[in-house]
Nanobody, 123 residues
Framework: QVHLVESGGGLVQAGDSLRLSCAAS????????MGWFRQAPGKEREFVAA????????YYTDSVKGRFTISRDNAKNTVYLQMNSLKPEDAAVYYC????????????????WGQGTQVTVSS
């Protein structure tokens, strides 16, 4: 079992930055690929970014490339999502998720989920 807790969300203006954190506890964190997903009201949960167990490989959805950076610190059992140049369309509840093996872009491939943190971007 892996327990995930997100933090760092909030209300910002367009163009601002936020850093989300996801703290993990339970099984060995370094054994899991991690992903960030987001869900806006009335929309399906969508993939944002993912990172492999070592941090050596990352993947982003096109809409956030060049603006968001995913990273992890296995010593701290934490994964981060640095979000720069935020846009109103980035507003959503952001979730982190964990899975064994390779990272993926589909929510159903992940085994553990946090409770989410709200990101609101005003124009």
């Amino acid at each position: 079992q892996v327990h995930l807790v997100e933090s760092g969300g909030g209300l910002v203006q367009a163009g601002d930055s936020l850093r989300l954190s996801c703290a993990a506890s339970g099984r060995t964190f370094s054994g899991y690929a991690m992903g960030w997903f987001r869900q806006a009201p009335g929309k399906e949960r969508e993939f944002v970014a993912a990172i492999n167990w070592s941090g050596g490989s990352t993947y982003y959805t096109d809409s956030v490339k060049g603006r968001f950076t995913i990273s992890r610190d296995n010593a701290k059992n934490t994964v981060y999502l640095q979000m720069n140049s935020l846009k109103p369309e980035d507003a959503a509840v952001y979730y982190c998720a964990a899975k064994l093996g390779l990272y993926g872009v589909l929510p159903r491939g992940y085994d553990y989920w946090g409770q989410g943190t709200q990101v609101t971007v005003s124009s």
